[in-house]
């Protein structure tokens, strides 16, 4: 060997030896105890709802008849005609002469010729989840015009087996509401309810409807009470509802409008979801909204899970990824009066008329709302002209109401770059950011806030998720790589709490059988619900939320993906960090806490850790959950090791 090589191969192993001392050198975490920093706002941590991935009917919505008012605009989707080969059969037919109801005035004629049963069946939601010995309450609008034939209701398992069946009889010749309760013999994902007439006769149904009678606080017609559970357990607070691109619409006559979701249920027109054909790859075409879940009962799921109302609604403009339809200036009053009307519904005493038509739907007492979204990821002149007139309307009205403004759907375009100076320029109160990106960008931008101006209107980080493929593709997981990346990216949040004032991981919920969108903070099907990792992180911040950030300084290895913030609880007074170690390799970290005296040796510890492709399921919900355990500490100061890809939460007394 020549006196070249041994000289690189020297080289090369003192740069090896270099970097093995650099790395076995503790990271150091020091944090000022006793220097506060930044007030924390209470209800920093929150929930964003849209009705995205079947979200609310077929999810959040407990309803397990799709299409009950047959005003689809094909009105047998969902139906299948059920007849048999004995006897003459019989017919249906969709009509809308003397409805039930006028709103939605399209109702189901069974004709029965009496040779043998006929009717319909009804696939629900990709099947209804239907479980043994559980109280499904059943309830339909019917009319007799013939005859005197039994209606019987069935419910089928997946597999054709019969799980239960009752009979109505002596129909009215007017309509009128009648119900009955079904007890299946056994749990299926997949059952379906058939509805048939025995005998010869004619019937009209309408508002054909099945809920299980153990929704969210046993409320009749009320949410899938374990999909709330989700969201309590989260402690969030706030939810922005009902969207997301749903509140634009493709076009303005398809936005939402939230006057149309309030009110009997009955009274309540039908509306195409806007995810219905976004995604060729995707395709839903069954996907529509009956708004069962409207804006009275997100107001009420708020005050239920202890969480700040925030709605969102149109400012005249329809989604720019569409349309990009917009209502002109001069026309803009029909968009702003909803707006201070849904205040007057939300805060106004029941003798307003907004608030009377609150107090008449069971809630005399006001909501508190404080925020409104004036529209969802809006961009550009066209926006800012809209924000403008909202603006100034709502504020000389209600002055109280802080209002969100949107800064497009990225993080650092044209868009973005065009809007917050205009937005700063007319004192906004806060600015909405979106980011869909890999889990390199939230691990590479934990800085974002740190050169933020202080003085001007404050962020809601409202859309984020990491993707683990690229943005919309089928791809996306929800593995603990990109959890982890949205933890580190949340010390970032935390430590400017003082710009930051709001987050919320999106899209929340996703049936697995009929999603648009992926990654997602909830998987559901029709029996069950898990969680995903990237759901524990923000269950983790929430729970452990502080009233005030702590002056932190991190030293971590070189290229180490480290990242912490560190905040008090003044009430338990409690020093509460929060650590991610994104790398494969355990992190050994000197902890010092300076201006403090004794540490009780018995601290909680909460760590969150794994493969980064772990992920949860249906049939390994836990497979990647927090763990909790004692920390014993000896004093302010101590080291401690952190797993590799994890996220820990440490609080000391």
């Not at 802080?402 to 917050?420: I, N, T, Y």
């Not at 990792?533 to 991190?554: I, M, R, T």
Request: charged share 20%; hydrophobic share 40%.
């Amino acid at each position: 060997m020549n006196k070249v090589k041994l000289i690189r191969l020297a080289a090369s192993a003192l740069l090896l030896a270099a970097a093995i001392s650099a790395n076995a050198q503790p990271a150091k975490i020091s944090v000022a105890v006793d220097q506060p920093g930044a007030k924390l706002n209470p209800a920093m941590w929150g929930i964003f709802f849209e009705d995205i991935n079947f979200g609310a009917d077929g999810g959040l919505y407990a309803e397990m008849v799709k299409n009950r008012d047959l005003e689809f605009p094909e009105p047998m989707m969902g139906w299948i005609k059920m007849t048999s080969n004995r006897g003459n059969g019989g017919e249906l037919s969709i009509l809308s002469e003397q409805p039930c109801n006028a709103a939605n005035p399209h109702y189901l004629r069974i004709l029965s010729k009496g040779g043998a049963p006929f009717g319909v069946s009804n696939e629900g939601f990709r099947g209804m989840g239907v479980s043994k010995d559980e109280t499904y309450d059943f309830s339909a609008q019917i009319r007799g015009i013939s005859g005197s034939p039994v209606l019987r209701l069935q419910l089928y398992g997946g597999d054709g087996a019969l799980l239960d069946s009752v009979a109505l009889t002596n129909f009215s010749s007017s309509w009128t509401k009648y119900t009955a309760v079904l007890h299946p013999k056994d749990t299926d994902s997949r059952a379906r309810l058939a509805i048939v007439l025995d005998g010869k006769g004619v019937v009209d149904l309408d508002m054909i409807s099945l809920f299980p009678r153990h929704t969210w606080k046993n409320r009749p017609g009320g949410l899938r009470a374990d999909m709330v559970q989700a969201l309590a357990d989260m402690h969030p607070g706030f939810l922005r509802f009902p969207g997301g691109c749903i509140v634009e619409g493709p076009v303005l006559s398809l936005r939402y409008q939230w006057k149309k979701t309030i009110g009997p249920v009955e009274d309540r027109p039908l509306l195409i979801n806007r995810w219905n054909t976004e995604f060729a790859h995707r395709p839903t075409p069954d996907y529509y909204q009956s708004f069962g879940l409207g804006f009275f009962e997100y107001f009420q799921l708020c005050e239920d899970i202890g969480a700040q109302p925030l709605p969102i609604l149109n400012c005249g403009m329809a989604c720019q990824f569409n349309s990009g339809e917009l209502c002109p200036l001069d026309q803009l009053d029909t968009y702003i009066q909803d707006a201070l009307d849904l205040i007057e519904f939300a805060n106004g005493p029941a003798s307003t008329t907004w608030g009377a038509k609150r107090a008449a739907m069971g809630h005399p007492e006001p909501f508190n709302m404080k925020m409104l979204g004036v529209g969802n990821e809006q961009w550009g002149q066209q926006y800012i002209d809209r924000y403008t007139l909202f603006a100034k309307a709502l504020k000389e009205k209600y002055p109280e109401i802080q209002l969100v403004s949107a800064a497009g759907p990225s993080p650092d375009d044209d868009r973005f770059k065009f809007a917050w100076p205009k937005l700063r320029e007319l004192h906004a109160d806060i600015v909405d950011e979106h980011c869909y990106a890999n889990p390199s960008w939230f691990f590479e931008n934990t800085h974002r806030y740190d050169t933020y101006d202080r003085n001007g209107p404050k962020v809601f980080f409202g859309e984020y998720a990491a993707q683990s493929d690229y943005t919309v593709s089928v791809k996306n997981r929800n593995n603990l790589e990109c959890a982890l990346a949205e933890a580190a990216y949340m010390t970032g949040l935390e430590r400017n709490g003082d710009v930051v004032r709001m987050a919320s991981y999106a899209p929340l919920f996703a049936n697995s059988e009929a999603w648009q969108w992926t990654p997602d903070l909830i998987w559901v099907d029709s029996l069950n619900v898990y969680r995903t990792p990237n759901y524990y992180v923000q269950q983790l911040y929430s729970l452990n939320h502080g009233d005030a950030v702590l002056p932190l300084k991190l030293d971590p290895p070189p290229g180490a993906k480290f990242y912490a913030s560190a905040t008090r609880n003044e009430a338990s007074g409690e020093i509460i960090l929060k650590i991610v170690n994104g790398d494969n390799t355990p992190a050994v970290v000197q902890l010092n806490l300076t201006g403090i005296g004794k540490i009780p040796p018995d601290s909680k510890m909460t760590v969150l850790a794994g493969d980064p492709s772990d992920e949860n399921s249906f049939a390994d919900p836990q497979k990647i959950s927090p763990k909790e355990s004692v920390l014993n500490v000896s004093g302010p100061s101590f080291q401690h090791e952190f797993p590799a890809n994890s996220f820990t939460v440490l609080r000391l007394q």
